[in-house]
């Protein structure tokens, strides 16, 4: 990885660790949507997979994630 790419993630991860967590487990869950959105960018290089679709999909896990949790179960 690029060194500018690695700034890149080394500022979300920082940005989502300093995140409140107002929900258990939600700075972790942001952790790794991160770090799926990084290995889907990495793998579209290479597949040209719709990468826009995957992300979206990693969007969605989190929002589900924070309104489960939250106690909204719909």
């Known amino acids: 990885m690029a060194y500018k790419d690695e700034r890149v993630v080394s500022i ?3 940005q989502a660790d300093a ?3 107002r929900v258990p487990g939600y700075r ?3 952790q790794e949507a991160v ?4 290995q ?4 579209n290089k290479f597949a040209r997979t719709n990468v826009a679709v995957k992300v979206a ?3 969605g896990r989190v929002g589900t994630f924070l309104n489960h949790r939250s106690g909204n179960p719909d």
């Open 57 to 59: 999909d990693i969007v």
């Open 35 to 38: 770090a799926d959105i990084v």
């Open 19 to 21: 995140i409140e967590e």
């Open 12 to 14: 979300l991860l920082e």
């Open 28 to 30: 972790k869950e942001l």
């Open 40 to 43: 889907q960018e990495r793998q």
